[in-house]
């Protein structure tokens, strides 16, 4: 257990999960030179320099502004922005459009200063993600199929189960499986105008987290504005506790 919480802290293995989805998107005859990439929640851009170095222009967006001088470091090309990033796609949105969209989401429920619970995850980020895209893009981000309960943050854990439970539907939200996330995020892009163009999930740390990855196209047909469950219920039945 020691040795891999050195492993996790070195974050070794998040950068070879980084590595296998560039490895992933190479397959699928993606064109990264070309590309302007974003990651949000950029933090120190450990896990992302192997994307980063791949595409023609990578931005950075990280609400800590103690960041920003090992940023700069590692990034000294890219533009450093220090924003809530959630805040920022909350208002209108007029600015850069990306081609590709990293999100280095937390993994609990979080917020600014005395606010500590008021986000969860992308779930409060994800809704504004069309913001970001012209007409096509590849989104990226992390999902905690198996998340660690700690007893010591009883409380907010709970906030964070029951957060997931009002995004994910009535399952067992400390086991979700990889099949129905794929579906799950399908329904959500769908109903927020994005076309799929194709779908994958790669493990960053297994069999907790996984790097999900689709290429989205704008659709501007209207969409029902919802998440179809009826097309999900056999599958939230699988999943339920």
């Given at each position: 257990m020691k040795d891999l919480k050195k492993i996790i802290s070195e974050k070794k293995l998040f950068r070879s999960?980084?590595?296998?989805?560039?490895?992933?998107?190479?397959?699928?005859?993606?064109k990264l030179g070309e590309l302007s990439g974003v990651e949000i929640f950029g933090g120190t851009g450990e896990t992302d320099i192997f994307l980063a170095e791949k595409l023609k222009i990578f931005e950075i967006w990280e609400i800590d502004r103690n960041c920003f001088v090992?940023?700069?470091?590692?990034?000294?090309k890219s533009k450093i922005d220090i924003c809530n990033s959630i805040e920022k796609l909350?208002?209108?949105?007029?600015?850069?459009k990306f081609d590709v969209i990293v999100m280095d989401n937390p993994m609990n429920v979080y917020g600014p200063n005395k606010e500590s619970t008021k986000y969860c995850e992308h779930f409060d980020i994800l809704e504004n993600i069309y913001k970001l895209?012209?007409?096509?893009a590849i989104i990226i981000f992390l999902v905690n199929k198996k998340p660690f309960f700690y007893n010591k943050l009883h409380k907010k854990n709970l906030i964070w189960k029951n957060r997931r439970k009002e995004f994910y539907g009535d399952i067992d939200v400390e086991n979700i499986g990889s099949y129905y996330l794929i579906k799950f995020y399908e329904e959500y892009f769908n109903k927020n105008k994005l076309e799929i163009i194709f779908s994958k999930n790669i493990p960053r740390h297994?069999?907790?987290l996984d790097y999900f990855i689709f290429k989205v196209r704008k659709n501007e047909v209207e969409v029902i504005n919802s998440i179809d469950w009826i097309s999900l219920n056999p599958l939230l039945e699988r999943y339920k506790k």
């Open positions: 999960g980084m590595k296998n989805v560039v490895q992933y998107l190479l397959s699928k005859n993606i090992e940023l700069k470091k590692k990034f000294s909350e208002k209108e949105y007029n600015d850069t895209i012209n007409k096509e297994h069999p907790h």
